[in-house]
């Protein structure tokens, strides 16, 4: 069981959007809709962004949402603000166990 | 307010095992999977196991049976053993109580355990 795929970083200006890719096999992201996005900033523990492919918790910005196709689930960021600048993670259900993707350094430029 | 308090040793010589308990304040025990993830230095996330209310275990499969995670409900604790650690075990270890459809409330996190795998 590899980690999930993502790509190891991705930018954007201010106001834009970007979107962050995590892709799986059936037996995990296209097997499941139980995909969650983690931001996490350096020395913290990760905050959860979006749960079950596009569910937001209380709080979170409507500026984040969440999508899935297929074997890949997606996250964008719309209208990027600096503060959005963290490492992001995915992790999905596999079964009897859950995968983390690799995590994707989100840059402001 | 959920809190989860971790301890145990930060330095763990090769081939030896790695101890781990956490105890969870102001949650009820029932309510969630109680996880362990750890952080690579400068890496990425990966989730080791959960135990739930009855006891259930789960493991990443990658750890082939090296992991155990136990809980004592009445201590509102939980543990995990890591047997025939290498240098690739040395990470950050949190444990974290995981609720349903995989949602981790702010709050759910331990404050982490840096363990060390060196002679």
């Known amino acids: 069981q590899s980690a999930l795929t993502q790509p190891p970083s991705a930018s954007g200006s201010p106001g834009q959007s970007v979107t962050i890719s995590c892709t799986g096999t059936?037996?995990?992201?296209?097997?499941?809709?139980?995909v969650s996005w983690y931001q996490q900033y350096p020395g913290k523990v990760p905050k959860v962004m979006i749960y079950?492919?596009?569910k937001r918790p209380s709080g979170v910005p409507d500026r984040f949402s969440g999508s899935k196709s297929g074997n890949t689930a997606s996250l964008t960021v719309s209208g990027l603000l600096a503060e959005d600048e963290a490492d992001y993670y995915c992790i999905s259900h596999a079964g009897n166990f859950w995968l983390f993707g690799g995590g994707t350094k989100l840059t402001v430029l | 307010q959920v809190r989860l308090e971790q301890w145990g040793a930060g330095l763990v010589k090769p081939s030896e095992t790695l101890s781990l308990t956490c105890v969870v304040y102001?949650?009820?025990?029932?309510?969630?999977?109680w996880t362990w993830i750890r952080q690579t230095p400068g890496k990425g996330l990966e989730w080791i196991g959960e135990i739930n209310y009855s006891g259930n275990t789960n493991y990443k499969p990658s750890l082939n049976g090296r992991a155990t995670i136990s809980a004592d409900r009445s201590e509102k604790q939980f543990s995990l053993r890591l047997t025939s650690v290498t240098a690739a075990d040395t990470a950050v270890y949190y444990c974290?109580?995981?609720?349903?459809?995989?949602?981790?409330?702010?709050?759910?996190w331990g404050q982490g355990t840096l363990v060390t795998v060196s002679s």
């Open positions: 974290v109580g995981v609720g349903n459809g995989g949602l981790i409330p702010p709050g759910n």
């Open positions: 059936s037996s995990d992201v296209g097997g499941y809709n139980l």
């Open positions: 079950e492919v596009n």
């Open positions: 102001a949650a009820s025990f029932d309510g969630y999977y």
